[in-house]
């Protein structure tokens, strides 16, 4: 079980938006930045966002990161086939068993 | 371009060892801090642990499913970072990805298979 909490899954139509959440605790989320991966099919996860909202170069603004107390959301604007991928937050843990921690992870699919 | 190849992984016994590499090329590799990164099959991302640079005293970190059991390490000549992974265990199958980064995780290597079965 994840230490971060997100849905299995999200779908929406192309040229749709879509929002993901990331669900933590004070000891993570609530006091760290977070970022957030992107995973297409058989490939290594690439950085989305970083900062709760920063894009690195080369990250479309279709793509957009906040948050919110314990909460963070990764958004999608314009959907495209292209999207479809499963997404990741995560963030530092002050904890003391834990540190880099992960969500389980969304599918995202594009209907 | 920054590039990360992961080596050294395959099919291993239940208590037994395996060692995984990462060539880094592209950046600066001494100056960055470097971490593993894995994930069982059809499961999410699970961080394994980190090294700082060596200016920072090269001290590691390790996530408390591996801490004692796997060892990271780096040399610096070479652009090389390694993980030693002992006494491991069938849940310890999984994708190795190297990774760049402290808590942001820049750049991904392709990532190498580690199989623990009897």
């Known amino acids: 079980q994840s230490v971060l909490t997100q849905p299995p899954s999200v779908s929406a139509a192309p040229g749709q938006k879509v929002t993901i959440s990331c669900s933590g605790s004070s000891s993570n989320i609530g006091n760290n930045y977070v970022s957030w991966y992107q995973q297409l099919p058989g490939t290594a996860p690439k950085l989305l966002i970083y900062?709760?909202?920063k894009r690195p170069s080369g990250i479309p603004d279709r793509f957009s990161g906040s948050k919110s107390g314990t909460s963070a959301t990764l958004g999608i604007t314009g959907l495209q086939t292209g999207d479809e991928a499963d997404y990741y937050c995560g963030t530092w843990d002050n904890s003391l068993s834990a540190h880099v921690v992960f969500g389980g992870g969304t599918k995202l699919t594009v209907l | 371009e920054v590039q990360l190849v992961e080596s050294g992984g395959g099919l291993v016994k239940p208590g037994g060892s395996l060692r995984l590499s990462c060539a880094a090329s592209?950046?600066?590799?001494?100056?960055?801090?470097m971490n593993w990164v894995r994930q069982a099959p059809g499961k999410g991302l699970e961080w394994v642990g980190r090294?700082?640079?060596?200016?920072?005293?090269?001290?590691?970190d390790y996530a408390a499913p591996v801490k004692g059991r796997f060892t990271i390490s780096r040399d610096d000549l070479k652009n090389t970072l390694y993980l030693q992974m002992n006494s491991l265990k069938t849940e310890d199958t999984a994708l190795y990805y190297c990774?760049?980064?402290?808590?942001?995780?820049?750049?991904w290597g392709q990532g190498i298979l580690v199989t623990v079965s009897s």
């Open positions: 090294i700082k640079r060596t200016s920072d005293g090269g001290t590691t």
């Open positions: 990774t760049t980064g402290f808590t942001i995780f820049d750049y």
């Open positions: 592209g950046f600066i590799f001494n100056d960055a801090w």
């Open positions: 900062d709760n909202n």
